[in-house]
């Protein structure tokens, strides 16, 4: 049986804050590739605020509340930050943040707008001889290869987000998944099935975590494994880089959170997404 450590406010910090860090090295990252070149990063209340591009889907903060209490005036800064720049204010909010988090966010009037389940396990021990990923690894009948090349890194986006849209990838879906393929802190993998690109994985390594991101199949190669076998690879090379803990993230109760536990990760917590609508404003203290 897995051996799992118990989720706590230590475990939740740690793995908030790896979600902090990653999303201020996205935007850094974004930003110096000219993908997103006015993305910028603010940090407030424990965690940060990160604005890409106006509109962008990825827009929002993060890990606020993780180290303790936060201020009203820390949440009105961070509306302002939003405000700045045309966009409403949204918070994805862990369950194991301070509670006036949660009292400040209701006093400004954000609402509830989506769920997003963080799941986890250990990678601990000894890796098991033959168990390490290696470049042309098959895991089934699916080859999955490390993108390592410019072309590739282009084929990665591509894919990303034909499958994440469904095969109507349309402009802005393309510069995001590029903006995600060229970051030089992540490792994208390409899924091919029977030679066919197919789907898509990324794997960033930060602190002993791996995160696993950019999960993405083209329609019409779907429910033959190569998701399965893209996350497997991903977990062997987590493992053999020395990692102890990984962490991936789904929409709750969907075919990617079903095929996550089925290869070992169990649930640690559900964030919830929050957005203060345009009329908001705050309420009599």
Not at 16 to 33: F, I, N, Q
Not at 180 to 191: M, N
Not at 265 to 272: E, L, M
């Amino acid at each position: 049986m897995p051996d799992f450590p118990l989720v706590t406010l230590d475990l939740a910090r740690r793995i908030e804050r790896m979600g902090v860090e990653d999303l201020a090295a996205y935007a850094a990252e974004a930003c110096a590739s000219g993908v997103y070149p006015g993305s910028t990063t603010f940090r407030v209340g424990g965690g940060g605020a990160y604005w890409y591009s106006p509109g962008n889907i990825v827009n929002g903060s993060f890990g606020l509340g993780m180290d303790g209490p936060v201020e009203q005036e820390e949440i009105a800064a961070l509306i302002a930050f939003f405000e700045e720049r045309g966009e409403p204010a949204k918070v994805d909010v862990c369950p194991y943040a301070d509670p006036s988090l949660r009292r400040w966010l209701a006093q400004y009037g954000f609402v509830a707008t989506d769920f997003e389940t963080v799941l986890y396990q250990r990678l601990g021990g000894d890796v098991a001889e033959g168990s390490a990923a290696t470049e042309g690894q098959a895991v089934g009948a699916t080859e999955v290869l490390l993108a390592s090349t410019a072309a590739e890194r282009e084929l990665w986006a591509t894919l990303e987000a034909r499958g994440f849209m469904d095969d109507a990838a349309d402009e802005a879906g393309l510069i995001l998944a590029r903006a995600i393929a060229l970051r030089t802190d992540s490792l994208p993998f390409i899924g091919y099935l029977d030679g066919e690109p197919a789907g898509t994985g990324m794997l960033v390594i930060k602190g002993g975590i791996a995160m696993f991101n950019g999960d993405s199949t083209l329609p019409a190669m779907r429910g033959r494994g190569v998701q399965s076998a893209i996350l497997a690879h991903r977990l062997a090379y987590a493992r053999a880089a020395g990692c102890d803990l990984a962490v991936i993230e789904a929409s709750p109760g969907g075919i990617s959170e079903r095929n996550q536990q089925r290869a070992g990760f169990r649930v640690a917590y559900t964030r919830v997404s929050l957005e203060r609508p345009p009329a908001a404003s705050p309420a009599s203290v």
